[in-house]
């Protein structure tokens, strides 16, 4: 389970404000972070696309592939680079979630 770090309450998955204390727990490359993987995804289309045509000497979609995952990875390095330095929002903590052993 995970925990508010700002009051201590138990936070679900995908929540991104703290339902006790209102503190917003998504980091603040969270949004960049998601956006890059979605573009890196899209690239995958013209490199599919490129794979067919290639054979006709057109390497269009490929370049245009590599633009698209360039900017993909260039959107996931900076999100990494603004969520490093801010404190975790939320705690992990696995043991306070299990059973009690009898
Ligand atoms: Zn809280």
Known sequence: MAKCAGCNSKVEPGMVR?????????R???FLQTL??????????????GEV?????NHLPLIAGGAILA????????????NRGVA???IE??????PAAN
């Open 18 to 26: 703290c339902a006790s204390c209102g503190v917003d727990l998504a």
């Open 28 to 30: 603040p490359g969270a």
């Open 36 to 49: 890059g993987f979605v573009v890196v995804a899209i690239s995958t289309v013209p490199f599919a696309l």
């Open 53 to 57: 045509v290639s054979s006709e000497g």
């Open 71 to 82: 900017v993909g990875v260039a959107a996931i390095l900076s999100a990494r680079s603004k």
């Open 88 to 90: 975790p929002r939320v």
């Open 93 to 98: 903590d696995a043991v306070a979630d299990e």
